[in-house]
């Protein structure tokens, strides 16, 4: 008959590694992750753009809907994104879409790598690949608009 493993033992190994993440990662970061912000597609999309990260195989995906017919007037009115990674590109993808959405193109086009990992309070050097990711899928989204 198999061993049982003790209620006690699930718990620790549990608390260790929620402990473990919250010494890698910052709040912002474990917050996104844990409460992804305009997950999923945009039901007609104007614009849509995946890219996968060849190394790690980390993938984003997303989605826009614009409103304006004029380029200095089209805005991104839903922005919504998916992605099947690690802690940091869910994040990431959860934080680029707070700080686009409602933005003009030219706005859009105007944030850094910088501004994302400054909105997520830092990421470790390891997980930079992240940043890199969301930012990359966001210029093959804005292209040709």
């Given at each position: ?24 990662y ?27 990260n060849?190394?790690?195989?980390d993938?984003?995906e997303?989605t ?82």
């Amino acid at each position: 008959m198999p061993s049982r493993v003790p209620r006690g033992v699930e718990r620790i190994r549990t608390s260790r590694r929620t402990h473990y993440n919250r010494l890698v990662y910052s709040a912002e970061v474990l917050d996104h992750f844990q409460n992804p912000r305009n997950a999923g597609q945009v039901a007609s999309p104007d614009r849509a753009a995946q890219l996968e990260n060849p190394v790690c195989g980390d993938i984003l995906e997303l989605t826009l809907c614009l409103e304006g017919t004029t380029l200095e007037g089209r805005r991104i009115v839903d922005i919504r994104f998916r992605a099947k990674g690690c802690v940091p590109a869910i994040a990431c993808g959860s934080a680029l879409t707070e700080l686009i959405q409602g933005k003009t193109i030219d706005e859009a086009r105007k944030f850094s790598r910088e501004d994302l990992v400054g909105k997520l309070g830092g990421l470790p050097q390891a997980s930079t690949h992240a940043s890199h990711l969301a930012m990359d899928t966001l210029a093959a989204l804005l292209r040709g608009l």
